[in-house]
């Protein structure tokens, strides 16, 4: 087999990288090559502002997927090797596929805790089947332990109920991968679950692995809001979650003589009894292929890529989670394992290779002027702009912070009275109006602190 363009991955940004290339060039050959029979859409697009978006996921069977797109084909096999001297891939079933240009979207796979290896009860999140094979043991477990900080293990949390939950985190507050200390008080009422919570109704469409040995695309941003998780406890009593702060675990032990099976030991000395651990402790890149040239990678094993998503190796692009940025940074963005940034990567990466094919100029997109993610955690709607926890400002910037109890919390990062991040909590209707505070850097001293008084509609200024 030949195509002008092989993109490897069926997650976020290989898919995207797809269609984009679908668009551009609908009358070359295009392969995607999945591991998984089910792969990652983009669907309900809806652009919130410049720089911010907002969408679900769908996952789509491999048919319906070359219905939409006739001249892209989807082929459910793996990467084995790269010979980038004659072009061409062999993947682990013996398919040989000669390519002109060829995208890298393998993804990243979890970084699980160290005992993982010993226990079958540790489990790790990341992509469709993990999850399956997650609710399905929670059905049995009375007591659980959480280990991580940053998104899954956030809504974990607060998702789950009829279990008594021990979170394990090494930071001294909750979601510190996206919140400072402030913005994680305002959540902890919403952990507190004093009531038995509805469960929502979920429009996502999700179909079942046909094979739960593949390994599968990673989770959309609204994983959860589709899964009813419980465990086997009262199902009138709401869950507690009993948080430990600034630990780790050190050991792992089996006790067959409890209730619960497993014992963990954390670095503070004390011991939990648990039925199951769920290790939600990030990702590292995943690179289970082999180059006849050496790929540059970072220090972590990510493929490094200059401004137009180019690796070392000639024709060899790659995009999203197993890449990083090796270029002049803009002031007000950098890389995060996110959605939002898989998808515009994709994006780029498909618009860098067509203009390659074409020798047409490619200028970088405006997404990676600042950076721009929305989210949800424990129930509320969150964005998060520019440098929002003073990243790259070292310690000489001033914070504005509003906040209403239960309603919204607002965090203005100043630097010489220069706007340069947010998050917004809540129905704030600020974002537009800080994503342009952000990208002008307009002079804001004329304001001083009335720039978040409530009684003052500061967007009026800047209409």
């Known amino acids: 087999m030949e ?7 069926g997650g976020i940004a290989g898919v995207t990288c ?36 907002k969408f679900d996921i769908k996952e789509v069977q491999s048919s319906e997927f070359s219905l939409k797109h006739p001249n892209v084909k989807l082929i459910h096999d ?13 993947t682990k079933t013996n398919k040989i596929i000669k390519y002109e240009y060829l995208c890298l979207c393998t993804g990243a796979e979890p970084k699980l805790i160290p005992q993982s290896q010993d226990f079958e009860e540790i489990l790790g999140i990341r992509d469709t089947d993990s999850i399956d094979t997650f609710i399905k043991k929670i059905n049995n477990a009375k007591k659980i332990v959480i280990v991580g900080n940053g998104g899954i293990a956030s809504e974990l949390a607060y998702k789950i109920k009829n279990t008594e939950i021990h979170w394990v985190i ?74 430990h702060y600034e630990t780790e675990i050190s050991d792992v032990s089996r006790d067959k003589k409890s209730e619960h099976p497993m014992e963990i030991t954390l670095s503070t000395g004390e011991k939990i009894k648990c039925d199951i651990i769920i290790s939600a402790t990030g990702v590292m890149a995943k690179k289970l292929f082999k180059t006849k040239s050496d790929l540059e990678l970072t220090n972590l094993g990510e493929i490094q890529v200059n401004e137009h998503m180019e690796t070392n190796i000639p024709y060899i692009y790659a995009a999203g989670d197993v890449c990083s940025a090796n270029w ?3 002031k007000h963005w950098f890389q995060m394992k996110l959605w939002t940034q898989a998808r515009q990567m994709g994006s780029y990466a498909a618009k ?6 074409n020798k047409e100029e490619v200028l970088q997109d405006f997404c990676f002027e600042m950076f721009a993610h929305s989210t949800k955690l424990f129930g509320h709607k969150v964005i998060l ?3 929002f926890n003073g990243q790259k400002l070292g310690t000489n910037y001033e914070i504005l912070i509003r906040m209403t109890k239960g309603h919204e919390y607002i965090k203005f990062v100043l630097e010489n009275n220069k706007l340069q991040g947010a998050v917004l909590i809540g129905d704030t209707d600020l974002e537009e109006m800080a994503e342009n505070l952000i990208l002008n850097q307009i002079d804001l001293s004329p304001y001083g602190d009335d720039i978040l008084n409530p009684d003052i509609d500061i967007e009026d200024y800047f209409d």
């Open 170 to 243: 090494k930071d001294r507050h909750i979601s510190a991968t996206f919140v400072d200390p402030g913005a994680a008080e305002f959540f902890l009422p919403s952990l507190n679950k004093d009531e038995i919570q509805k469960e929502p109704v979920s429009k996502r469409m999700r179909y079942q692995e046909e094979d739960f040995k593949k390994s599968g695309a990673a989770l959309g941003p609204d994983w959860y809001t589709n899964l009813i998780i419980r465990g086997a406890g009262d199902i009138n009593i709401p869950s507690t979650v009993k948080i």
């Open 18 to 53: 797809a269609e984009t290339l679908a668009f551009f060039e609908p009358e070359k050959t295009i392969i995607l090559l999945s591991e998984s029979s089910l792969i990652k859409t983009v669907t309900n697009l809806l652009a919130i502002t410049r720089t911010l978006t």
């Open 3 to 9: 195509a002008v363009f092989i993109v490897v991955g």
């Open 352 to 357: 860098c290779m067509a203009g390659h094919l």
């Open 385 to 387: 702009l520019g440098l």
């Open 328 to 330: 002049s940074i803009a």
């Open 78 to 90: 793996t990467l084995a090797e790269v010979n980038d001297k004659e072009k061409y891939i062999i």
